[in-house]
């Protein structure tokens, strides 16, 4: 798939209808999803034939990309309802069913689960209203040991994300 094509496809995926300031709910828009999905998917094959979790997934921007990509497999964890209502409902948008499966779950309970994932995918929340809830996300996506971790991060925090990925 093209990134042109895959841009289309996600650009109808429905944000939040009252994004809750608390877990720092914003839109992850269908450009920037589109063309991290698309790097990631051609350059590093991340998702053709792989089982991605998008921890975090809010509206299920990113667990959708990941399916439209090749994934068999897509599963969608979320610690809000109303997110996860809006991501099955933009799930449902397309003609075919999509395989990716939303599951209510606090990221703080995921710490090494056995979880069978090749991929990690997130738009984690950045910190400001709980400080460290990125870097928990983080945390939790490296303790699962997929083959490959994605994450979106606010460019100023870059190298505070280093040093704890390196850890």
Known sequence: MKLKELHALMQDIEPFTQPKVQLEQYP????????????????????EGKVVLDLGTGTGMLAIGAALLGSPHVIGMDVDTDALEQAQSNCE???????VDFVLCDVAHLHHQRLQIDTVIMNPPFGTKCKGADMQFLRVACSLQPQQVYSLHKSSTRSHVQKVALK
């Open 28 to 47: 992850t828009g269908a450009d920037i999803a589109s063309r991290m999905l698309y790097t990631v998917e051609s350059m590093y094959n991340g998702f």
């Open 93 to 99: 948008q397309f003609e075919d069913p999509l395989p």
